[in-house]
């Protein structure tokens, strides 16, 4: 692919991420479509290989992505008309372009003139003005993601996505996915090695509960549990001071 000076430049603004936030799409697809970004210009037609994307995440990640989960979260900007595919030469390789922001959102409807009486406009009640500007203003507010709400949006996608490498899908509004996102990404990471140490998909049966309970459990603890940790237990749990008719 050509080089170009548009590639390291990057317009993504706080719109993209609440873009983002609104349609539930992941960290690792968001860093594709701010990959693509770079590719070309915006509304233009580029052929980009995502197995060059993938490169580049392992640089700064210390691993490629599944080729699986590339194809999952390139499916996700395309379902979500972030991208637009021309024309597709194999699962790595697609003629596309970047939709720009202002394609994405709808259209404003444009506002219906009154046709009726003209003067009716001086005869309005003050107050109706006073209770629209309030519900303007009440409204805008609660679309208002605060940094703390991007944070933790950013912290529950990078877990779901961690999880779903591994083929283990969590519904958003389930109440087990609660349950796990009640732990930091660093305890999911080792349950989720630990779960492929088990056999993975082809012994456990139940990978999502399987995985709730490895979370509240630390079963990869039991795996350096050998003999000396066994003695110090042991001897812990025996009181320091015994009777003499013990």
């Not at 070309?40 to 699986?68: C, M, Q, T």
């Not at 979260?73 to 595919?85: D, G, K, M």
């Not at 309970?213 to 110090?232: D, I, K, P």
Request: aromatic share 12%; proline share 6%; net charge positive.
């Amino acid at each position: 692919m050509p080089e170009n000076s548009s590639k390291n430049a990057l317009p993504w603004t706080a719109k993209h991420d609440a873009y983002c936030y609104k349609h539930h799409i992941p960290p690792a697809a968001k860093t594709l479509w701010q990959w693509l970004m770079r590719q070309g210009e915006i509304a233009s037609e580029i052929e980009p290989d995502l197995s060059e994307f993938n490169a580049w995440v392992a640089k700064s990640r210390g691993r490629p992505y599944a080729h699986n989960y590339v194809k999952k979260i390139f499916e996700i900007l395309v379902s979500c008309r972030v991208l637009q595919v021309v024309k597709r030469y194999s699962w790595k390789i697609s003629k596309l372009l970047v939709r720009p922001l202002s394609w994405l959102n709808p259209p404003k409807k444009p506002r219906e003139k009154n046709f009726q009486n003209n003067n009716s406009s001086y005869k309005k009640d003050p107050s109706n003005d006073t209770n629209a500007e309030q519900g303007v203003n009440s409204s805008s507010n609660s679309l208002t993601l605060t940094t703390i709400d991007f944070v933790e949006m950013e912290r529950r996608h990078e877990i779901l996505s961690a999880c779903a490498e591994y083929q283990i899908y969590f519904h958003p509004k389930k109440q087990t996915t609660r349950h796990l996102l009640e732990f930091d990404i660093e305890s999911v990471k080792k349950a989720l090695e630990h779960f492929v140490k088990r056999g993975g998909h082809q012994i456990i049966n139940n990978p999502q509960g399987w995985l709730i309970n490895c979370l509240r459990n630390h079963y990869w603890q039991e795996e350096a549990f050998g003999l000396s940790e066994f003695l110090q237990a042991l001897a812990s749990w025996f009181p320091s001071k015994l009777p003499r008719d013990y």
